[in-house]
């Protein structure tokens, strides 16, 4: 039996521009980049997920930056813990640049 082929798509992360901003937490701390993609937001499930990821990080020595999507506003989050920076979107291949742990999902995938 013949398997389908196997794509695998990998960014340049390389490519200029910040990795992550500028303006928050201590840049020599590790980042740990959240994000569950652009549709998560919109679905009722992650109106709990985010702050509760938030929590659990908030006392450790790094710094999170977290991304929600166009569904859900940011601003739901605040106060945002004193390590943390949301938004509804960050380039991904930026913030891999710099990240140490990325917490999220593998996306989906096609047989």
Known sequence: MR??????????IT????????????PAAPLVYVSFGSVAGSLG??????????????????RVLITTGDGYNPAQLNPLPANAWAAQWWPQA???????LLIGTVGSARP
């Open 3 to 12: 398997k389908a082929p196997v794509w695998r798509y990998r960014a340049d």
């Open 15 to 26: 490519a200029s521009g910040p990795s992550a901003p500028a303006e928050w937490g201590d």
């Open 45 to 62: 499930r992650f109106d709990a997920l985010y702050p509760a990821i938030l929590a659990v990080l908030a006392d450790l020595p790094l």
């Open 94 to 100: 930026a913030a891999m640049r710099e990240a140490a």
